[in-house]
């Protein structure tokens, strides 16, 4: 029961906050790793690029990126 009631919590704070930008500076090219407010640092899996956006992107690049609901994935919305 308990489980169920922490489940419905995280759901109805996940609804109240579809999303959030967040600012991240690019640490590693190959493969692609991103360090997001000096808390963690991302990879190529939790990340989506638009296209053309991978080809302009250097070492020490700020990003911002746009974190979904869940928290999983990130889509890297420009350069800074």
Do not use: H
Request: charged share 30%; net charge positive; glycine share 12%.
């Amino acid at each position: 029961m308990l489980e169920q009631i922490k489940k419905i919590a995280r759901q109805s704070d996940e609804c109240a906050a579809p999303a959030m930008v967040l600012y991240g500076t690019v640490t590693g090219l190959d493969p692609l790793r991103v360090r997001v407010d000096n808390r963690f640092e991302l990879g190529e899996r939790a990340l989506t690029l638009l296209r053309g956006t991978r080809e302009s992107l250097e070492a020490g690049d700020g990003l911002a990126l746009l974190r979904n609901r869940g928290g999983q994935e990130f889509l890297v919305l420009g350069r800074l």
